[in-house]
């Protein structure tokens, strides 16, 4: 007999809520979804493995997950340590010389592994990788002011493609490589996402962080928002700050063939699960 963890009625409503799952699983089977796991949403182990088991599912039931995260807090934590001083601006890190090594070293060697590894630990099979290889993100300086900031100009996406058709799920640190020699850029991110969710045309971009979603003026989050409502309420200033990004990164996903964008609320339990396979989602979705 099999050992029994559940009362008799988490178990019917756990075969009930697989059984109500079916059209999405459907929907989605074969699909690209592209999720960004940010720094601020990865948290302790346990919300580093709940993540990992989620994108695990998701591969498990026939979605092609393409993870890109990022790790600005890491970052941080190791610049303080190094004594190394750090600015931000529009919600980009200013980076000379001495911080992109860094960061280099903390996406594409730490977090990157970190995660890695926690997609092989969920029993699912998973590569790190970064923008330089195979030239998945090659990059021109976004702003002068900002040193080594990257903002990509060309995607050869064949090889995350080549990674899913083989069952691996590809995981990405946004670090770009240059036009010229030996040149590394810093690339935020939300933007690294939403140029790997563009170019490859991906069916859903979830941006997974650790606030409720877009807020309208009177501060409620708004759970379905047009490219247009975006842009009317970033005229107005009702979107702002480290918000920004995140729309901007929308749009232009959108703009590329994505088909819907959603800001999602990390700190929910399963958010990627709820938001793919049910009819409730956990943040703000964007779409034409
Ligand atoms: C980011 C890259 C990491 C990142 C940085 O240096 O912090 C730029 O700002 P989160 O955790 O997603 O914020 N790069 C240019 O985006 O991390």
């Not at 075969?15 to 929907?27: D, F, V």
């Not at 989605?28 to 960004?36: I, M």
Request: aromatic share 4%; proline share 3%.
């Amino acid at each position: 007999m099999k050992q029994q963890t559940l009362t008799m009625q988490d178990a019917l409503n756990t075969a009930k809520m697989l059984s109500e799952a079916l059209p999405y699983l459907q929907r989605y089977a074969d699909s690209v979804v592209v999720v960004k796991f940010g720094g601020n949403a990865m948290g302790d182990d346990a919300a580093m493995a709940e993540f990992a088991r989620d994108i695990v599912l998701m591969r498990q039931v026939g979605v092609n997950p393409v993870v890109v995260h990022g790790g600005g807090p890491m970052i941080n934590d190791m610049l303080t340590k190094l004594g190394i001083k750090s600015e931000f601006v529009r919600g980009k890190r200013v980076t000379d010389k001495a911080t992109v090594q860094v960061v280099e070293m903390i996406l594409s060697g730490l977090v990157n592994k970190r995660i890695v590894q926690a997609i092989m630990d969920a029993g699912g099979r998973a590569v790190g990788i970064s923008g330089k290889d195979d030239d998945l993100m090659v990059c021109e300086a976004d702003d002068p002011e900002l040193g080594f900031v990257g903002r990509p100009v060309e995607m050869n996406v064949q090889v995350l493609r080549d990674l899913y058709k083989a069952g691996i799920i590809p995981v990405i640190a946004p670090v770009g490589t240059g036009m010229a020699d030996n040149e590394t850029f810093n690339v935020n991110g939300d933007t690294a996402a939403g140029a790997i969710a563009g170019a490859l045309q991906a069916d859903r971009l979830l941006l997974l962080t650790d606030v409720a979603g877009v807020k309208n003026a009177a501060g409620e989050v708004m759970t379905q928002i047009t490219p247009d409502e975006i842009r009317q309420m970033t005229a107005e200033g009702v979107i702002s700050g480290g918000m920004i990004p995140k729309t901007e990164t929308a749009l232009m996903a959108i703009e590329q063939g994505t088909r819907a964008v959603t800001i999602l609320d990390g700190r929910i339990p399963n958010a990627c699960l709820l938001e793919l396979f049910t009819d409730h989602g956990a943040g703000s979705q964007i779409r034409s």
